[in-house]
Nanobody, 122 residues
Framework: QLQASGGGLVQAGGSLRLSCAAS????????IAWFRQAPGKEREWVSR????????????SVKGRFTISRTISSDNAKNTVYLQMNSLKPEDTAVYYC?????????????WGQGTQVTVSS
């Protein structure tokens, strides 16, 4: 199960932190990714983190502004992935989704959470 939260309305240049509560995904096997979809546009991959070693990757459009991180619960029952978004731009406006997979392929994923809206005003 994946549950995203933390979206909202922010002015350009501001910051938001999204959270994705992930339960039922083995730390050894899964990665968590953030995607976003703006109105009228295709879904775009934003960032990805391996739950086991924290290895992370970013889309060029967010590199240097966004930071993905994770916390692992002691019993692996509920892990959380964060997306710290700084220096936000109006073009970052989108519905953000977290997703889980053992091997992401493009913009596809095996498991999806509900979206959280991020709106950046100019």
């Amino acid at each position: 199960q994946l549950q995203a939260s933390g979206g909202g309305l922010v002015q350009a240049g501001g910051s938001l932190r999204l959270s994705c509560a992930a339960s039922g995904f083995s730390v050894d096997d899964y990665a968590i990714a953030w995607f976003r979809q703006a109105p009228g546009k295709e879904r775009e991959w934003v960032s990805r983190i391996n739950l086991k070693d924290g290895n992370s990757h970013y889309a060029d459009s967010v590199k240097g502004r966004f930071t993905i991180s994770r916390t692992i619960s002691s019993d692996n029952a509920k892990n959380t992935v964060y997306l710290q978004m700084n220096s936000l731009k109006p073009e970052d406006t989108a519905v953000y989704y977290c997703a889980a997979d053992s091997g992401f392929q493009g913009d596809q994923a095996s498991y999806w959470g509900q979206g959280t809206q991020v709106t950046v005003s100019s």
